[in-house]
Every structure is written in structure tokens, then in C-alpha cells.
């Protein structure tokens, strides 16, 4: 069965940093892209940040560039997201994803990222 | 990178079909076909509904189906029941640096 569950979400002040981690089971995770993607309390879903197998490739959402960073440790099954200077609009749940084709195939419950002084 | 264009409700009764739109550009909807679905309750993660277009994932009723035309991706839900009463969102690869774009999303409410 394929798990994913994140960690390190909660409350962080404004220019801040927090790092978001993803541990991943129930399939060979160095074959597949993963994405970090985040949703607004009552807002919709917008796609964060995603990063290849062997980590070569990333791609990120303008508003989080030179601000967060992905990565992954495939020896330990883990998807990261570094994220420095940090805002109030940056408050959501943040959801890991296991990509494939450009589809999320499976996801994470969500670790919630608050941002406020 | 703009987010897909959805309607921000859609209702039917009991029985009935619904179709939730799904407008982009040239450069994702209308550029590829890589359009997915995604189907999300209240407080749970979403849950893919179609990808590429028109596939379903295995365990996802026939009653969901998908389509596109141009720029514009659609979701057909036949036999309307009530628990498909959720937010649904599409998504699409995109030429930007993002790699994907999700739309606004729609709530589907069941009368």
C-alpha cells in the first residue's frame, strides 16, 4: 500500500524558515517525480514544487522561487521542502504527491503550515 | 502561471448528468493532453479522478468520464449521486516553469 506522510507543518513567524518532510512507502519511490502541493484554508489547490528522480530536474511555482527548495533522499525514501522567508500567504496544508505524467497518482494527508506574527 | 478557469459551482439532482469546464491556453490545456481530474471532501486529500484526458484509474466508476476540445477540458458526471457531492479540481502540464497548473476548482452540489 502507498503511504505518504509529512511532517514538520506549524506555526512560524513571518520571515521565518520551516522544513517540510515526506516519508514515502508501498513503492519504489526512486522511480517516480514527487510534488509538494499546498491549499489556502478555503482556498483551491495550487502545485508548489516538483523534483525528478534522481533529482536533476526541478521546477517551482514563481511565487515560491529563491525562497523553497525540494529535495529527496531516495536511500531513505524521503521528499523535503526547505522553506525560507516565509509569509502570510504561504499559510496552507501541504500536501506530498507522487507524480507521474504530470498526474498525482497518490497523496499525503497533509502537514498545515501557518505563518503569522 | 494562471490557474485554470473552472465555474465556481455546479448543482444536479439525483440521477441526473453534470459537466464542469476546464478553460486554459495553448501553452496547457489546449498544448497537451495531459488534463487530469481530481475529486476532494471536505477535509480529506483529493482523490484522482481522470488523467490524460479521458482515462480513468482503476477503481474510479464509469459514471466519471473526460473530454477536450481546444483550449477547453471538460468533466461529465453521469448518474449524478450524492456522494459525488465534493470540490473538484482539473490540472494540466504546462510550458511554464511550474510543470503543472490546477484550475479554481468547482463545487458540485447534489438537490
Known amino acids: 500500500e502507498v503511504q505518504l506522510v509529512e511532517s514538520g507543518g506549524g506555526l512560524v513567524q513571518p520571515g521565518g524558515s520551516l522544513r517540510l518532510s515526506c516519508a514515502a512507502s508501498?513503492?519504489?519511490?526512486?522511480?517516480?517525480?514527487m510534488s509538494w502541493v499546498r491549499q489556502a484554508p478555503g482556498k483551491g489547490l495550487e502545485w508548489v514544487a516538483s523534483?525528478?528522480?534522481?533529482?536533476?530536474?526541478?521546477y517551482y511555482v514563481d511565487s515560491v522561487k529563491g525562497r523553497f527548495t525540494i529535495s529527496r533522499d531516495n536511500a531513505k525514501n524521503s521528499l523535503f521542502l526547505q522553506m525560507n522567508s516565509l509569509r502570510d500567504e504561504d499559510t496552507a496544508v501541504y500536501y506530498c504527491a507522487r507524480t507521474g505524467g504530470y498526474v498525482v497518482s497518490y497523496w499525503g494527508q497533509g502537514t498545515l503550515v501557518t505563518v503569522s506574527s | 502561471q494562471s490557474a485554470l478557469t473552472q465555474p465556481a459551482s455546479v448543482s444536479g439532482s439525483p440521477g441526473q448528468s453534470i459537466t464542469i469546464s476546464c478553460t486554459g491556453t495553448?501553452?496547457?490545456?489546449?498544448?497537451?493532453?495531459?488534463v487530469s481530474w481530481y475529486q476532494q471532501h471536505p477535509g480529506k486529500a483529493p482523490k484522482l479522478m481522470i488523467y490524460?484526458?479521458?482515462d480513468r484509474p482503476s477503481g474510479v466508476p464509469d459514471r466519471f468520464s473526460g473530454s477536450k476540445s481546444g483550449n477547453t477540458a471538460s468533466l461529465t458526471i453521469s448518474g449524478l449521486q450524492a456522494e459525488d457531492e465534493a470540490d473538484y479540481y482539473c490540472s494540466s502540464y504546462t510550458s511554464s516553469s511550474t510543470l503543472a497548473v490546477f484550475g479554481t476548482g468547482t463545487k458540485v452540489t447534489v438537490l
Open positions: 508501498g513503492f519504489t519511490f526512486s522511480s517516480y517525480w
Open positions: 495553448s501553452s496547457d490545456v489546449g498544448g497537451y493532453n495531459y
Open positions: 490524460e484526458v479521458s
Open positions: 523534483i525528478k528522480q534522481d533529482g536533476s530536474e526541478k
